[in-house]
């Protein structure tokens, strides 16, 4: 039984973002203003069959596949939203789902660290990143959500509300993770954006 971990549709996606993805991206490069649906299954080898059924029912270009074996996930793009909308009812149909029931996002980890030293910051550049730098001063927003696809989804809204640098946005394992940087009340702003945006999700929660 294949089982739908995270279904996450961006309208457009904003240009930190998607020159973020684009770094990490091994197959068509996104571009701003292209809209995504991120999709994340279990088991993941299930992830070839719908990734093949995306690409073709619609016009819409694979950015990305990671296949694990406890989780499957892959981001396809299209300038035109109505593509991508038509290719995750595609996968949807296929799997005789809806997206709610994808599993809902808990949010396993929030906080803001305010005025960022020196030596802190040096040791978060240093890391494997694939964004921007954070600069001493700066305050820094982290983010951890469960199931890993909703952290682009919280990147995106966040980047909508507040003027920030983002510095990473992991999506893949157990895990996303998002760290972001800026002033203090931008920082607020896109914290607050974030965590509203995949608590606002529907889904199901495992828990109960």
């Not at 203003?33 to 080898?45: A, H, K, R, T, Y």
Request: hydrophobic share 45%; proline share 4%.
């Amino acid at each position: 039984m294949i089982s739908l971990r995270a279904y996450v549709f961006i309208d457009s996606l904003q240009p930190q973002l998607a020159t973020y993805m684009g770094t990490v991206s091994q197959g068509f490069l996104p571009v701003p203003g292209d809209s995504c649906l991120w999709m994340e299954v279990s088991p993941g080898m299930a992830i070839h069959r719908l990734t093949d059924v995306a690409l073709k029912a619609t016009r819409v270009h694979l950015g990305a596949q990671v296949v694990e074996r406890a989780f499957g996930s892959m981001v396809f793009h299209h300038r035109d939203q109505s593509d991508v909308i038509e290719a995750g009812h595609a996968v949807l149909n296929v799997l005789r789902t809806d997206e709610d029931a994808r599993q809902k996002c808990r949010i396993a980890w929030s906080e803001t660290v305010r005025a960022i030293t020196p030596d802190h910051a040096v040791l978060i550049n240093r890391q494997d990143r694939k964004g921007s730098m954070i600069l001493p001063g700066q305050s820094m927003f982290i983010l951890e959500t469960e199931p890993a696809g909703y952290i682009v989804y919280a990147a995106n809204e966040a980047e909508k509300a507040a003027n920030i640098t983002l510095v990473d946005a992991r999506a893949v394992g157990a895990f996303g993770r998002l760290t972001l940087a800026g002033k203090e009340a931008d920082i607020d702003a896109a914290a607050h954006a974030a965590r509203h945006a995949v608590q606002s999700l529907s889904g199901i929660d495992p828990s109960q």
